[in-house]
């Protein structure tokens, strides 16, 4: 079964630039999308197909893709950014993937 | 806007049934995929099944399939999951979305289920 694999937790200082990575095989071709989920809250999409941004969602949150790996990149991170953070692709069957999470912590 | 609102969640025994329901408003419904998606507590996200549009596609993660069955009613923008056989790895949070491509770009607040003697 496909797999995807993120960092438990990543900490960053505010207004510093925060570097969540999702790797799994061949993801860059498998479109990775990104979702924000704030403490006792719902997920919220941030990225998805790679690099796009959905309207609301902040400029400074942005996305790439290169071979196996994902990211997730935060600038400017601020104290409202603190959550965790799920990659997600489809496997190119019929499942779909979700990573298991990295903890953002703003120091 | 977008809106997904759960209910039907609730404290349900081992082997015993649940069916939850999702009411969609905001959207077209009948003209876009729906999926369900678990998050039990203190853990991460799981996908667990998604239909079509129209009903005529329909799949489920490994560790529901033939247990869980999901269906909706364009008629009324609803999404429903019948789940039966429940064992206590099935204790979650269940989240319904709205599917975009490969993606869930709409999500419901939750249903919490329980299953326990």
């Known amino acids: 079964s496909y797999e995807l694999t993120q960092p438990p937790s990543v900490s960053v200082s505010p207004g510093q630039t925060a570097f969540i990575t999702c790797s799994g095989d061949q993801l860059g071709f498998r479109y990775a999308s990104w979702y924000q989920q704030q403490p006792g809250q719902s997920p919220v999409l941030v990225i998805y197909q790679g690099n796009r941004r959905p309207s609301g969602i902040p400029e400074r949150f942005s996305g790439s893709n290169s071979g196996n790996t994902a990211t997730l990149t935060i600038r400017g991170t601020q104290a409202m950014d603190e959550a965790d953070y799920y990659c997600q692709a489809w496997d190119g069957s019929t499942a779909y993937v979700f990573g298991p999470g990295t903890r953002v912590t703003v120091l | 806007q977008v809106q997904l609102v759960e209910s039907g969640g609730g404290v349900v025994q081992p082997g015993r049934s649940l069916r939850l329901s999702c009411a969609a408003s905001?959207?077209?419904?009948?003209?876009?995929?729906m999926h369900w998606v678990r998050q039990a507590p203190g853990k991460g996200l799981e996908w667990v099944a998604v239909i079509s549009y129209d009903t005529n596609y329909k799949d489920y993660a490994a560790s529901v399939k033939g247990r869980f069955t999901i269906s909706r009613d364009n008629s009324r923008n609803m999404l429903f999951l019948q789940m039966n056989s429940l064992g206590t790895d099935d204790t979650a949070f269940y989240y319904c979305a709205k599917a975009s491509a490969r993606e869930f770009d709409y999500w419901g607040q939750g249903a919490l289920v329980t299953v326990s003697s």
């Open positions: 905001g959207f077209t419904f009948s003209s876009f995929g």
